[in-house]
C-alpha cells in the first residue's frame, strides 16, 4: 500500500451539542495524535453545527493540526440524512485514511449510515486503536462470546472506520500546537432529514453519577432478581457512591440502561469498584478498567472477574453484602479508623 505521507490523515467526528464538543471528542483527538506521530499524518477534526465558531475554539490546542468547519442552519441539530450528506462529501473531496466516531447514539448513527455509503468497513465500539506505519489501522475490541480482545482491521477499502466507546482514553494535561482552521461545504441542496425537531429537552447530569463517582457497586446476573438490588444501592449509598449493572440486568429489566457499566455503556473511573454477582466478562471489565482498587463478591471461585481484581471474596452475596452493610452502619467509637 502506498503511505502517502504529506497527504494523509485520521479524522475524528467533533460531537458536539448545544455548542459544546462531548468529552469523547477531546479523547479521540489525544489518541489520535499519538497514533499519527510515527507516520507523520495530520489529525483534522470534522465540525459540523451552526453558529459553531465559539465550538471551533474550544477544539483548539487539543491534538488537530486542522478544523474543519461545516456551517449551515440546516446543521444546527443533528438530522442524519443531512449530516450524512455533508460528511459524505467532506470525505470524498478530502479523502481521510481513517475517520473515528465516538460511540455515542449520534456517532454510532453517522458512523454506520457513512460506511454503508462508502462502502467501507466499520468496526463498533473498540476499546483501542493501533495504526502501522503503513497506515493500517487496527481496531481492539472484545471478542463476542469470549473473554480475550479481538483485533479488525481493513485492508483493502478506504477510509478506515471505527466508533470508540466514551471514557477508553485519557485525556492528557498538555497543550497541543494551534490548529488551522478550514471551511468545507456545508449547504445542501435539499433537506435530507426526513424529520424536523420539534422540541429538545436536555439530559440532567445529576451529582454522583457514574462517571464521576468515587465510589461504584456494581451488579451483574448474580443478583438474581429485581427484589435483591436495593442491596446493591444501599451499600453503594453508605459508601458514598453510586449504583451500576452490567447488561444482563439491564436486559432482565431490573435497571434501567442508564446505569449500564461496560463497553456499550458507560466507562467509570472510581478510586474503589465493588463487582457483586460480576461474572467478569471482557465486554463489562473495559468500562471499569481506569479503577483504583477492585473488589469482587462472588460464589464461583473459578468466575473470571478473580482474574482481574485486586480483592476477591467467594461466597454468597446474600451473606456478604449485609454483612458489610451492617459493619458500614454500626457507630464507630473515637479513634477508629
Request: hydrophobic share 40%; net charge neutral.
Amino acid at each position: 500500500m502506498d503511505n502517502r505521507k504529506p497527504e494523509s490523515r485520521i479524522w475524528v467526528f467533533a460531537e458536539q451539542r448545544s455548542g459544546q464538543p462531548v468529552d469523547v471528542v477531546f479523547e479521540l483527538l489525544a489518541k489520535t495524535r499519538l497514533l499519527a506521530a510515527a507516520p507523520g499524518w495530520k489529525v483534522g477534526a470534522l465540525l459540523i453545527g451552526h453558529n459553531v465558531t465559539g465550538t471551533a475554539a474550544l477544539l483548539d490546542n487539543r491534538g488537530a493540526d486542522e478544523i474543519l468547519v461545516a456551517d449551515d442552519p440546516a446543521l444546527e441539530d443533528y438530522r442524519g440524512g443531512n449530516y450524512l450528506a455533508v460528511v459524505e462529501r467532506a470525505v470524498r473531496k478530502h479523502k481521510p485514511d481513517v475517520v473515528l466516531f465516538g460511540a455515542t447514539s449520534m456517532g454510532v448513527d453517522l458512523a454506520a449510515r457513512l460506511a454503508a455509503r462508502l462502502r467501507t468497513g466499520l468496526s463498533g465500539h473498540c476499546v483501542d486503536l493501533e495504526l502501522s506505519d503503513r497506515g493500517e489501522l487496527t481496531a481492539v475490541i472484545p471478542w463476542p462470546g469470549g473473554d480475550f480482545l479481538g483485533r479488525i482491521v481493513c485492508p483493502r477499502r478506504r477510509p478506515q472506520m471505527a466508533t470508540v466507546s466514551p471514557g477508553i482514553f485519557d485525556v492528557p494535561r498538555n497543550v497541543f500546537p494551534k490548529a488551522k482552521i478550514l471551511t468545507v461545504d456545508g449547504t445542501l441542496d435539499s433537506d435530507r432529514g426526513f424529520y424536523r425537531i420539534v422540541e429538545k429537552t436536555p439530559e440532567e447530569r445529576k451529582p454522583g453519577d457514574l462517571e464521576n463517582a468515587r465510589v461504584v457497586v456494581v451488579g451483574g446476573y448474580g443478583i438474581g432478581a429485581r427484589e435483591n438490588w436495593p442491596l446493591v444501592k444501599e451499600l453503594a449509598s453508605l459508601l458514598g457512591g453510586v449504583a451500576g449493572a452490567t447488561r444482563p440486568p439491564v436486559d432482565e429489566g431490573w435497571v434501567t440502561a442508564d446505569l449500564m457499566v461496560g463497553q456499550s455503556g458507560r466507562t467509570v473511573h472510581p478510586r474503589l469498584y465493588i463487582g457483586v454477582g460480576v461474572s467478569g466478562h471482557l465486554h463489562h471489565l473495559v468500562g471499569v478498567k481506569g479503577t483504583e482498587l477492585k473488589v469482587a463478591v462472588n460464589q464461583d471461585p473459578r468466575a473470571a472477574i478473580f482474574d482481574h481484581c485486586d480483592l476477591g471474596l467467594v461466597g454468597d452475596y446474600r451473606e456478604i453484602v449485609p454483612a458489610l452493610i451492617a459493619a458500614l452502619k454500626k457507630p464507630r467509637a473515637a479513634g477508629d479508623l
